[in-house]
């Protein structure tokens, strides 16, 4: 990270949680919130107006924060987005983590695990809150065979990795850095860097050692293969 303050957005249509939250982050050297907003059309309109690095987004909220999550992304896949929520629901996790938001945090935590949340996003790690990672764990795993109501197509995390992503994992539970699976690959670092944002996203991966890990698993065979 640069010399220069991280520059956030925070877009929720509460005023006082909003001010709180901003409150909170302008007391952390590294970080600067230049912009708030209580709707989906402020999202879409801060972050072309004023680029930031990174965007807090509630979900609820007029317009949607689903859709101002989509409309952003459309335009700028690898853009920041940790969605500010005290939404629990599956639905909204997963619809959220799918679409392209790099963290997933439920309102209430405390200030050192949002301001951790943001940092681990900007260097290029995912974030969801602890609370959450059983739904994400069961998402991954996929129908028990005691749930003969789950349809027999439920998507699983490998199925949608590509030849490219596959190797950059392989090599990455292998023990390699970036800039070595880049030498490995020749790709350039940063390249290597948007493919694994986009593998943790698809396995619902917090941080690559996490992805890594469940990789790991399956090549053991501790993990069903069917599961992928």
């Given at each position: ?171 990455v539970a292998d023990g390699r850095t970036n800039k070595e699976v880049g030498n490995q ?44």
């Open positions: 990270m640069s010399g220069n303050p991280l520059r956030i957005v925070i877009v929720d249509d509460h005023p006082m949680f909003r001010r709180g939250v901003a409150r909170t982050l302008s007391e952390v050297p590294e970080l600067t919130v230049v912009a708030e907003g209580a709707s989906a059309d402020d999202a879409v309109t801060l972050f072309i107006e004023h680029k930031p690095d990174l965007m807090l987004l509630d979900l609820s909220m007029p317009g949607g924060g689903h859709a101002a999550l989509t409309r952003i992304l459309d335009v700028d896949p690898q853009f920041r987005i940790i969605v500010l929520t005290v939404s629990e629901d599956d639905a909204d996790l997963f619809r959220a983590l799918k679409s392209g938001a790099r963290g997933y945090v439920l309102k209430g935590v405390s200030a050192s695990t949002l301001v951790e949340a943001i940092m681990g996003v900007v260097a290029g790690e995912s974030y969801v809150s602890p609370t959450l990672a059983g739904k994400i764990l069961r998402e991954m795993r996929g129908p028990r065979v005691d749930e003969p109501e789950v349809a027999a197509g439920v998507d699983r995390p490998f199925a949608h990795l590509t030849q490219r992503e596959e190797q950059i994992l392989k090599l690959l020749e790709l350039q670092e940063k390249t290597v860097k948007h493919h694994m944002t986009r593998i943790l996203q698809k396995l619902n991966a917090r941080n690559r050692t996490e992805a890594a890990r469940l990789f790991q698993k399956v090549a053991l065979g501790q993990l069903d293969p069917d599961e992928r």
